[in-house]
C-alpha cells in the first residue's frame, strides 16, 4: 500500500496512491516541534509555522492562499511536540502548483520584519484565548505537571515574554538549524503520478544538506508522588484533568493502551461516560486521551463538572480506574477493538486523515503502520493485557491533578489528602 523514496540529500517521501479519488493530500512534514525549542524562545516553531503562511520568494501571502482556495483547495498547518506539518487538500490537477507553493514556504520565507511585528499581536491573542478557556488552560497545567521542568510541560504557543523575544534573526536561524533534508518528509495519499512528484521533488530539493536533526532533552522520569494544581477562576462549570505518565511511540503495549482508552473514555458506552454522566449526571463532558512521544508518553482524563460535584467526581473517577485493573469482560473488550478498528479505517477512507496518519509515521518512527498490521495487533491483545496495563498506568501515588474552577486552590487542597 505505502510507497517509501528517500532521496539522495535524505528527503524522503512516503506515498499512498488511490487513482480512484479525484483529490489528493499532500503535507510536507518537518522534524521540529516545541520540546526542541530553548526556554527563552519557547513557542519559535509555533511563530514560524505562522510565519511561513505570510509570503516566501516566489508567491505573496494572498498569492499562497487564492491560488490554494481559488480551486476549491484548503491549506493548513499545525505545531505539535516533535514536528510540524504544511498541508494540502486539493484536485489531483492541481498537485503540482501546490507542491511548489508549500515547498517554496518551507524552503525560502520572506519573513519581513513588519509581518513578524503583527504576527507577533495574533500569537499574543492566540495565548490569552487558550487562558480564557478553561477546558484548554486546564490541560496545559496538566501537562506542567507531567513534564515539570521541561520543555514538554510548557505550551505550543510559548509565552508572552518568549514571544516577545522572538525575532527575524531567531526565526531564520532556527529556521536554518532544522528546515534541512534530512528533516523533511513529504506525504501524499490520494491520486497522483509518483514519478512525477519525485522528479519535482528533486528538482525543488536540490540542497544536498547532511546535517542531522538535534536530539532533544530527554524526558526526565515522572514524579514519585501525586502532583496537583488548582487555579481559582470565577468559571461556571468546573474544568478537571487528570494523567499518569504511559508509554512511547514504539513501546509495545502501545496497542493494549489504545483499547484501554476506548474502555474507558473514548467513546458513549465507555466506563466513565456511563458511570459519571449517564448514571451520576455529574459532568457534560469526559473522556480520556493518550499521548506519545519519542521517550515518553502520558494517559490523560477530563472533565468538564458542576461547581459543586468535583470532590464525587473525582472519587467515581477513581473508583473507575481502580476497578479496570481487574480487566475488562470479554464482551467490553470485543467491543472495544471493533470500535477502534472501525475508527481507524473509517478514518483510512478520508485522503487527509490518511496522510496524516502517514506523515506522522515516518517523520516520528520512520515506518507506517499498515491497517493489516494494526489489525493483528489489536486482535492480539487479551483481557489480561488490558489488566497488566492498567495496574501499571494507573498508580495513585503518581497522579497528576489540575483543576479550574471558582475555588480551585481550595478544592486541590482537599483532594490532595485522597492521595496521600
Given at each position: 500500500m505505502y510507497k517509501k523514496i528517500v532521496l539522495d540529500n535524505g528527503l524522503r517521501i512516503i506515498a499512498n496512491k488511490l487513482p480512484s479519488r479525484e483529490t489528493v493530500s499532500l503535507g510536507i512534514w518537518i522534524s521540529v516541534g516545541g520540546r526542541f525549542e530553548d526556554e527563552k524562545f519557547k513557542g519559535i516553531s509555533h511563530y514560524l509555522e505562522h510565519m511561513l503562511f505570510k509570503g516566501s520568494k516566489k508567491y505573496t501571502c494572498q498569492q499562497i492562499k487564492e491560488t490554494i482556495e481559488g480551486k476549491g483547495g484548503s491549506l493548513n498547518g499545525f505545531t505539535a511536540e516533535e514536528f510540524t506539518c504544511y498541508l494540502v487538500?486539493?484536485?489531483?490537477?492541481?498537485?503540482?502548483?501546490?507542491?511548489?507553493?508549500?515547498?517554496?514556504m518551507v524552503l525560502f520565507p520572506v519573513l519581513e520584519e513588519e509581518e513578524i511585528k503583527k504576527e507577533r499581536t495574533v500569537i499574543m491573542e492566540e495565548i490569552k484565548m487558550y487562558h480564557d478557556l478553561p477546558q484548554y488552560y486546564v490541560l496545559e497545567i496538566l501537562d506542567s505537571l507531567l513534564w515539570a521542568d521541561h520543555p514538554l510541560g510548557s505550551t505550543l504557543t510559548g509565552t508572552p515574554e518568549s514571544v516577545s523575544a522572538i525575532g527575524r534573526k531567531e526565526l531564520s536561524s532556527y529556521r536554518d538549524r532544522f528546515y534541512n533534508a534530512p528533516n523533511i518528509v513529504i506525504a501524499l495519499c490520494g491520486a497522483f503520478d509518483l514519478d512525477s512528484v519525485v522528479k519535482s521533488a528533486k528538482k525543488i530539493f536540490t540542497h544536498n544538506d547532511a546535517r542531522k536533526n538535534i536530539i532533544p532533552l530527554a524526558a526526565k522520569e515522572g514524579s514519585r508522588v501525586p502532583a496537583l494544581k488548582g487555579v481559582s477562576k470565577p468559571t461556571e462549570q468546573s474544568h478537571l484533568a487528570l494523567g499518569f505518565r504511559s508509554y512511547d511511540r514504539k513501546d509495545p503495549r502501545r496497542h493494549i493502551l489504545d483499547v484501554l482508552h476506548v474502555i474507558m473514555g473514548a467513546n458513549m458506552s465507555s466506563r466513565l461516560f456511563q458511570e459519571v454522566r449517564e448514571k451520576r449526571g455529574l459532568a457534560y463532558s469526559i473522556g480520556t486521551a493518550i499521548k506519545r512521544f519519542k521517550d515518553a508518553g502520558a494517559f490523560t482524563v477530563h472533565a468538564g463538572v458542576d461547581n459543586k460535584k468535583v470532590d464525587e467526581c473525582v472519587k467515581v473517577v477513581v473508583e473507575e480506574l481502580e476497578n479496570i485493573k481487574g480487566g475488562p469482560t470479554e464482551s467490553e473488550l470485543r467491543r472495544a477493538k471493533?470500535?477502534?478498528?472501525?475508527?481507524?479505517?473509517?478514518?483510512?477512507?478520508?485522503?487527509?486523515?490518511?496522510?496524516?496518519?502517514?506523515?506522522?509515521?515516518?517523520?516520528?518512527?520512520?515506518?507506517?503502520?499498515?491497517?493489516?498490521?494494526?489489525?493483528?495487533a489489536i486482535e492480539a491483545i487479551s483481557a489480561?493485557?488490558?489488566?497488566?496495563?492498567?495496574?501499571?498506568?494507573?498508580?495513585?501515588?503518581k497522579i497528576h491533578l489540575s483543576l479550574i474552577s471558582p475555588d480551585g486552590e481550595g478544592k486541590v487542597l482537599g483532594l490532595s489528602k485522597r492521595f496521600t
Amino acid at each position: 500500500m505505502y510507497k517509501k523514496i528517500v532521496l539522495d540529500n535524505g528527503l524522503r517521501i512516503i506515498a499512498n496512491k488511490l487513482p480512484s479519488r479525484e483529490t489528493v493530500s499532500l503535507g510536507i512534514w518537518i522534524s521540529v516541534g516545541g520540546r526542541f525549542e530553548d526556554e527563552k524562545f519557547k513557542g519559535i516553531s509555533h511563530y514560524l509555522e505562522h510565519m511561513l503562511f505570510k509570503g516566501s520568494k516566489k508567491y505573496t501571502c494572498q498569492q499562497i492562499k487564492e491560488t490554494i482556495e481559488g480551486k476549491g483547495g484548503s491549506l493548513n498547518g499545525f505545531t505539535a511536540e516533535e514536528f510540524t506539518c504544511y498541508l494540502v487538500k486539493v484536485l489531483k490537477e492541481n498537485l503540482n502548483e501546490s507542491l511548489e507553493i508549500l515547498s517554496d514556504m518551507v524552503l525560502f520565507p520572506v519573513l519581513e520584519e513588519e509581518e513578524i511585528k503583527k504576527e507577533r499581536t495574533v500569537i499574543m491573542e492566540e495565548i490569552k484565548m487558550y487562558h480564557d478557556l478553561p477546558q484548554y488552560y486546564v490541560l496545559e497545567i496538566l501537562d506542567s505537571l507531567l513534564w515539570a521542568d521541561h520543555p514538554l510541560g510548557s505550551t505550543l504557543t510559548g509565552t508572552p515574554e518568549s514571544v516577545s523575544a522572538i525575532g527575524r534573526k531567531e526565526l531564520s536561524s532556527y529556521r536554518d538549524r532544522f528546515y534541512n533534508a534530512p528533516n523533511i518528509v513529504i506525504a501524499l495519499c490520494g491520486a497522483f503520478d509518483l514519478d512525477s512528484v519525485v522528479k519535482s521533488a528533486k528538482k525543488i530539493f536540490t540542497h544536498n544538506d547532511a546535517r542531522k536533526n538535534i536530539i532533544p532533552l530527554a524526558a526526565k522520569e515522572g514524579s514519585r508522588v501525586p502532583a496537583l494544581k488548582g487555579v481559582s477562576k470565577p468559571t461556571e462549570q468546573s474544568h478537571l484533568a487528570l494523567g499518569f505518565r504511559s508509554y512511547d511511540r514504539k513501546d509495545p503495549r502501545r496497542h493494549i493502551l489504545d483499547v484501554l482508552h476506548v474502555i474507558m473514555g473514548a467513546n458513549m458506552s465507555s466506563r466513565l461516560f456511563q458511570e459519571v454522566r449517564e448514571k451520576r449526571g455529574l459532568a457534560y463532558s469526559i473522556g480520556t486521551a493518550i499521548k506519545r512521544f519519542k521517550d515518553a508518553g502520558a494517559f490523560t482524563v477530563h472533565a468538564g463538572v458542576d461547581n459543586k460535584k468535583v470532590d464525587e467526581c473525582v472519587k467515581v473517577v477513581v473508583e473507575e480506574l481502580e476497578n479496570i485493573k481487574g480487566g475488562p469482560t470479554e464482551s467490553e473488550l470485543r467491543r472495544a477493538k471493533d470500535f477502534y478498528l472501525g475508527q481507524v479505517i473509517m478514518a483510512l477512507e478520508d485522503v487527509s486523515e490518511h496522510m496524516l496518519f502517514m506523515g506522522e509515521g515516518i517523520v516520528t518512527v520512520d515506518k507506517v503502520m499498515t491497517l493489516k498490521e494494526k489489525r493483528k495487533a489489536i486482535e492480539a491483545i487479551s483481557a489480561s493485557d488490558v489488566k497488566s496495563v492498567a495496574k501499571d498506568i494507573f498508580d495513585l501515588k503518581k497522579i497528576h491533578l489540575s483543576l479550574i474552577s471558582p475555588d480551585g486552590e481550595g478544592k486541590v487542597l482537599g483532594l490532595s489528602k485522597r492521595f496521600t
